[in-house]
């Protein structure tokens, strides 16, 4: 009978350490989450870019209705999510000496902690078939 018991208590001890190393996996995910993002935003702000923190992602939406309203619809409003962060930061750079209506950054480097999203919108107003284009680009660096 002993020797059942400690078979059971090894079997508990093994199942337990293995739900424990399980479940330290999963929190360390939990933990690396938004590390890559925190080291872009500490990039930008070494680099001197303008941060603003204060736009949800989630109102993209409303954003896209808003830039309509004011250009009375002569611009098309678009986005595009950019999976390399060193084709985003040279796009950034290259946008950032270019003038404002011709295709440079409007506003600032938008990010937003709750969803690890840095984003930039540039202006052409100069378009083909005499449309001009409002377009965001964006990029989840933890992705």
């Not at 830039?67 to 985003?88: G, L």
Request: with cysteine; glycine share 6%; aromatic share 14%.
């Amino acid at each position: 009978m002993p020797t059942k018991e400690k078979n059971k208590s090894k079997t508990y001890i093994i199942l337990g350490a293995i739900v424990i190393i399980i479940a330290a996996g999963v929190g360390s995910q939990f933990c690396i989450t938004g590390r890559i993002y925190q080291q872009k935003i500490n990039l930008l702000k070494e680099k001197n870019w303008k941060l603003n923190s204060t736009l949800n992602w989630s109102d993209w939406d409303k954003r896209q209705e808003f830039v309509r309203f004011i250009y009375k619809s002569k611009v098309n409003v678009e986005r595009t999510e950019v999976k390399d962060w060193d084709e985003f930061y040279t796009m950034m750079r290259a946008a950032r000496k270019l003038p404002d209506n011709e295709g440079g950054i409007v506003g600032p480097i938008y990010v937003f902690r709750e969803e690890n999203v840095i984003w930039f919108d540039i202006l052409t107003l100069k378009g083909t078939q005499g449309r001009g284009t409002h377009m965001t680009y964006y990029i989840y660096p933890d992705a």
